[in-house]
């Protein structure tokens, strides 16, 4: 009996202690469930509007900002009588894609996303924003931008946003960003005995030839130019800008269209004997030269690896992004200049015809967020886009916590932040890239430039060349699949052309709402020609680069 | 007699006006979906009225643009059917016909995919027939440019489709707006396969002028207005007025500064926001 009671006793503890743990999780999901529907003031409120904020940025000071935004937002509203709650949602990057098509498909997305993903998850999934871009934008009143269109308001007119594919506006752009080099002003005054920094390529080289030196006089594992290797952005970024550099004034005649051109363009010109091709392979020789200054196995050395490198102190040039700066600046334990990437100049070899810097105006926008055709609150999603990207919030945000460049126009910046503004004072913008035509021939361009800097050869420029024509048959492949790509967009287009022409003739439309229809419809016409030349240009492209020599004209 | 049927009538009559008025109410939501491009939903509604001539057409048409689940060769036919069935509004049926004949046109260029499948419809043909159905209108402009492109491609028409491409202009007697985009495709093919930048230049001028609806076409196009006048047709007076408008419309664009050293270029000072005449 004792025995009964003693067993008895023991389950009864048991299932005592599993009740209390079901109560606590039931408990904890209550708490979860409130605050995941924006707290007791909209459980207990039930004409609180909540709606959601998501994003995959999880840099420093960018939850921060947003959350004193919100803070503001949900004050503006309540005066206004409408009470909103703001909830913000950070996904780490890794996952953010499928969580973002899940979110899609599944019928509850955020009301508010960064975008990310192809132009026909975009016209399939979010809202365009084309019939709201051309009104002022509320928010802006009473700063420099209350009498600009919310288009106008930002840097490029929104020219970034624009989807190439449905020439529409699925969203608009938080930030901005340029790239610029991060020096280690004491490793470097330590090299050479001085902390002037490098304005022209030679300089830059000197320095650090004598980074190198001192690092082997020190016996110091010192790497002149720190590189993010394992994406190849670093190589990316020189082989763009030394580019434009030296053949921006290419846009100035190379296309029969206008300003500009496209690779068909330089290899059409290449190949009737208007255009030297040696001109396309300076950068190869240039950045060949400043690679040498790179760590040695540079090609595996991602970006976590090279600050972490730069922080102890043995790196002398970082280049990366401006999104970096403050980081780069705050966190390193000694002083920290951030300067333009060097310029060529006719004392380098190469650079006899050497442009200068090219401008950033109206470039490297980023940070897509938009409105999924799905919101339960299209009014207040749209409100509250418009705030985020208001004059003063946008500037909060990014600026003030973030330390971002900010993606509107009129934005005065101080401090360190004024060495990341674009530069505007050349008359030459970003040449085409003639080897750059994206996707995975790209990559093996890139490979091919990793290769020219490990291997030394005699002749950086003609190994550059005959890699690249080795290569033909994967950029052929590839622009293949891009003229393909291109004839099924043109089909999507008729589809949105069908769809706005029926909505467009709904007697019970308002004259605006007609107007409205009207207008979008004329955008996806108007992109057609447009279509048909990148259709044309890609057949011409294949056609050239099959005709291109191996040996020099 | 009629007393004892007056009330069945009244109601007959009554509930008939309730249908009519719930027809078009679902009708109306049908096209709503359509024109949001959510294809599955103006399915699911077309479905409930599937004799209704515009739930017929969306079921097509969506059944020709969902890329989730096309079903291409029953759509052509139903529109095929719909195109021809005069008692239909001619809205309805110019749509038809211009959604059959652009896909019939496209699926031809991809031979590789869709082999002769699109080739029982003269898609040609359609095109000129919407045109002549509505003419001066969205659809018309749209059926003429797709046709014009294709005849523009081929050599041994290319002479008479630049001519009809000019007579089409000159006699649309629709909104002028909608004139742009065919002025775009014909400065891009008179430079294309004749080199002539001073046609290119007058289409280029009119579209500038008539306006474009995408922010972003219409300032390229005043930039490219400028620098063909100038360096194309070495205007030097329109090439600077032209650059001196773009540096004004548009002082923060990149190609601001690029114009301002054109205009260096031209031995012409640099101006500022405000400086330039209006046109």
Known sequence: ?553 | MFQMFRIPVLLTFVCGAFAAVGSDEAVDAIMKAYSDMNYPQARKLAAKLPEHPEARLVTALCDLYDRTSPQIERAQQELALLFREESLSVRLRSEAGLSLARTAQLMKERRDIYGNAADIYDHLALFREVEELVPDSAMARDAFLYRIREELEREESRDAAFDELERFIVEFKGDARLLTPLRQMAEYEYIRLRSDYANAVRHLEAACAEGFDNPSEARSASFRLAFLCDRKLKDRERGIRYYRKFISEYPFAALSIVAKRFLKELGEESVEVGDVEEQ
């Not at chain 1, 500009?260 to 190869?284: K, M, Q, Y």
């Not at chain 1, 033909?472 to 008729?494: A, F, H, K």
């Open chain 1, 1 to 553: 009996m004792s025995k009964n009671n003693d067993e008895f006793s023991r389950n009864s503890r048991f299932q005592r202690f599993g009740l209390v743990l079901a109560i606590i999780f039931f408990l904890i999901s209550v708490v979860m469930v409130i605050r995941n529907h924006g707290g007791t003031e909209t459980i207990f409120s039930p004409d609180t509007k909540v709606i959601t904020f998501a994003h995959w940025q999880l840099e420093d000071g960018f939850r921060e900002g947003f959350e004193e935004a919100i803070k503001i937002y949900e004050e503006e509203k309540a005066r206004q009588g409408v009470k909103v709650k703001v909830r913000q949602l950070g996904i780490p990057i890794r996952g953010y894609s499928q969580w973002l098509l899940t979110q899609l498909i599944g019928g509850e997305p955020a009301d508010v996303l960064e975008l990310t993903g192809s132009s026909d998850i975009f016209n399939q999934y979010f809202v365009t924003l084309s019939p709201y871009i051309g009104e002022r934008n509320p928010w802006n009143k009473g700063t420099p931008l209350e009498n600009y269109s919310w288009r106008e308001s930002f840097v490029d007119d929104m020219l970034a946003s624009l989807d190439p594919n449905y020439s529409e506006f699925f969203s608009v752009n938080l930030f901005m960003m340029t790239v610029r080099v991060y020096a280690n002003v004491d490793l470097i005054r330590k090299a050479t005995g001085s902390d002037k920094m490098p304005d022209t390529v030679t300089e830059w080289l000197e320095i650090c030839r004598k980074l190198r030196e001192y690092g082997k006089a020190t016996d110091r594992p010192v790497i002149p130019i720190g590189v993010r290797g394992f994406d190849k952005a670093t190589l990316s970024t020189l082989f763009y800008d030394y580019n434009a550099q030296l053949n921006g004034d290419l846009s100035d005649f190379i296309s029969a269209y206008g300003f500009g051109g496209v690779p068909a363009d330089a290899f059409e010109a290449i190949n009737n004997g208007t255009l030297d091709r040696e001109r396309l392979l300076d950068p190869v020789r240039l950045i060949a030269e400043i690679g040498q200054y790179f760590a040695e196995g540079f090609p595996s050395i991602d970006l976590e690896q090279t600050k972490y490198l730069f922080f102890s102190g043995n790196v002398g040039f970082f280049i990366d992004g401006s999104y970096n700066a403050w980081s780069m600046v705050n966190n390193s334990p000694f002083e920290v200049k951030v300067i333009r990437l060097p310029e060529l100049t006719a004392a380098h070899p190469l650079g006899g015809h050497a442009l200068g810097r090219v401008n950033e105006l109206g470039s490297g926008l980023g940070g897509k967020f938009g409105i999924p055709k799905r919101t339960k609150n299209f009014d207040l999603a749209l409100d509250f886009l418009r705030f985020i990207t208001s004059y003063r919030i946008n500037q909060l945000t990014m600026v003030e916590h973030s330390r971002w460049l900010s993606s509107l126009k009129q934005v005065k910046y101080e401090g360190f932040m004024k060495d990341l503004e674009p530069i505007t004072d050349t008359g030459y913008t970003g040449a085409n890239d003639p080897f750059n035509n994206g996707g995975y021939s790209y990559r093996r361009v890139l490979q091919l430039l990793e290769k020219i800097i490990i291997e030394k050869p005699s002749d950086p420029g003609q190994m550059f060349w005959e890699g690249f024509l080795d290569d033909r048959p994967i950029l052929t492949s590839e622009l293949y699949e891009t003229v393909l790509g291109i004839q099924r967009t043109l089909w999507s287009m008729d589809g949105s052309r069908s769809a706005l022409s029926l909505g467009g003739s709904n007697p019970s439309l308002s004259e605006e709402e007609r107007e409205l229809f009207r207008r979008r419809g004329g955008i996806t016409q108007e992109g057609v020609t447009g279509r048909y030349r990148n259709l044309d240009d890609n057949i011409r492209l294949m056609r050239e680069v099959e005709k291109l020599k191996r040996e020099k004209n």
